[in-house]
């Protein structure tokens, strides 16, 4: 049985930082791309981070570059997401993710087949 389990969200004021982190079991973790989405009240998921089963090459949306880093231990089975900087607009469900693909697919939620319950992240000001 796969499962993807989120931990680390919780209350932030605007500019602290968080970790999230997404442990993995019962699939081949090493050799899946693993991403981050996250989905606010009201709107549609969105991609956040993604990174390759070496853990080279990540790729972030726009509100995330130069804030947010993804990480994955392979040995762990777990993937990370280090968000810095915090705004209010960061809040939402975070989600992670997992999928074989790579290449611009991956910022889209189309090709992941495994996906976490979420943690909340909470932002004020």
């Known amino acids: 049985q796969v499962q993807l389990v989120e931990s680390g969200g919780g209350l932030v004021q605007a500019g602290g930082s968080l970790r999230l982190s997404c442990a993995a079991s019962?699939?081949?973790?090493?050799?899946?791309?693993m991403g981050w989405f996250r989905q606010a009240p009201g709107k549609e998921r969105e991609f956040v981070a993604a990174?390759?089963?070496?853990?080279?090459?990540?790729v972030y949306a726009d509100s995330a570059k130069g804030r947010f880093t993804i990480s994955r231990d392979n040995a762990k089975n777990t993937v990370y997401l280090q968000m810095n900087n915090l705004k209010r607009e960061d809040t939402a469900v975070y989600y992670c993710?997992?999928?074989?693909?790579?290449?611009?697919?991956?910022?889209?939620?189309?090709?992941?087949?495994?996906w976490g319950q979420g943690t909340q992240v909470t932002v004020s000001s």
């Open positions: 019962g699939l081949p973790f090493s050799a899946r791309t």
């Open positions: 993710a997992s999928t074989f693909a790579w290449s611009t697919v991956v910022v889209s939620t189309t090709p992941y087949d495994y």
């Open positions: 990174i390759t089963w070496r853990g080279s090459s990540p």
